[in-house]
């Protein structure tokens, strides 16, 4: 049985998991930055591959974060039309769903796009 803390629960973790993303989004770009100065700037071969690991780790996270980010939009859905279906359609927290919904889904547009 859903329950509004469920919502809340797996709103705040679809939250979450976008902010992660955009994150490791970040530290992507910075850490390719960061690389190729260093290979600008003729670093040490070690240091220069310890680098580019650094920045590999950071590209792997990505991918991970879209698919978890996909299971719990996919959880926060069904408790949603969960909630749905016991007719409690309004609330501070079903609003903040559906707008977590429609902007996770947008971000998964502009990524496929």
């Known amino acids: 049985m859903a329950t509004v803390r469920n919502l ?9 998991i976008v902010k992660e993303l955009h994150s490791y989004e970040n ?3 910075r850490e390719a930055a960061k690389t190729a100065d260093m290979k600008e700037k003729g670093a040490d071969p070690y240091d220069l591959k310890q680098q580019e690991n650094v ?5 792997m996270m990505i991918p991970d974060c879209h698919k978890r980010l996909e299971a719990s939009l996919a959880d926060l859905k069904a408790t949603l039309a969960e909630l749905e279906e016991a007719k409690e ?4 927290e079903v609003e903040e ?3 977590t919904i429609t902007e996770v889904e947008k971000l998964f547009e502009t ?3």
Not at 55 to 59: C, M, Q, V
């Open 8 to 16: 809340k629960i797996k709103t705040s973790t679809c939250k979450r």
């Open 27 to 29: 530290e992507v770009q």
């Open 55 to 59: 920045l590999a780790e950071s590209r």
């Open 89 to 92: 359609k309004e609330g501070l």
């Open 97 to 99: 769903a559906h707008s």
């Open 111 to 113: 990524t496929e796009a």
